[in-house]
Nanobody, 129 residues
Framework: EVQLVESGGGLVQAGGSLRLSCAAS????????VGWFRQAPGKERGGAAA???????HYSDSVKGRFTISIDNNKNVVYLQTNSLKPEDTAVYYC???????????????????????WGQGTQVTVSS
């Protein structure tokens, strides 16, 4: 059984940073593509960052230059370093994974949440102004 568990969310002032973690069991990330999504109240879930098993990364325009996704294959953990946080970054952040999902597919399908098979329960990030 694949399980993804996010952690690291919290309350931070604008301009601050948080490091989110996604720990996996039942799957090894070196065979999977992992994405971080976020959903604010009343809004659709949207992609923030993704990393493939070969290390290719993709960022949405809204987080590019501020967020960094990385993977520790030894610990089987994917991180999302979030810097220069803004109030509009406030959302529940979800980790998702899917096997053999290429970056080309992610881009063609506009980073749709529907193409990711496994999901965590989410972690709340709140940025105060």
């Amino acid at each position: 059984e694949v399980q993804l568990v996010e952690s690291g969310g919290g309350l931070v002032q604008a301009g601050g940073s948080l490091r989110l973690s996604c720990a996996a069991s039942g799957v090894t990330f070196d065979e999977y593509t992992v994405g971080w999504f976020r959903q604010a109240p009343g809004k659709e879930r949207g992609g923030a960052a993704a990393i493939t098993s070969d290390g290719s990364t993709h960022y949405s325009d809204s987080v590019k230059g501020r967020f960094t996704i990385s993977i520790d294959n030894n610990k089987n953990v994917v991180y999302l370093q979030t810097n220069s946080l803004k109030p509009e970054d406030t959302a529940v952040y979800y980790c998702a994974a899917s096997r053999r999902l290429t970056m080309n597919t992610i881009l063609i399908l506009r980073f749709s949440a529907a193409i990711f098979a496994f999901w965590g329960q989410g972690t709340q990030v709140t940025v105060s102004s």
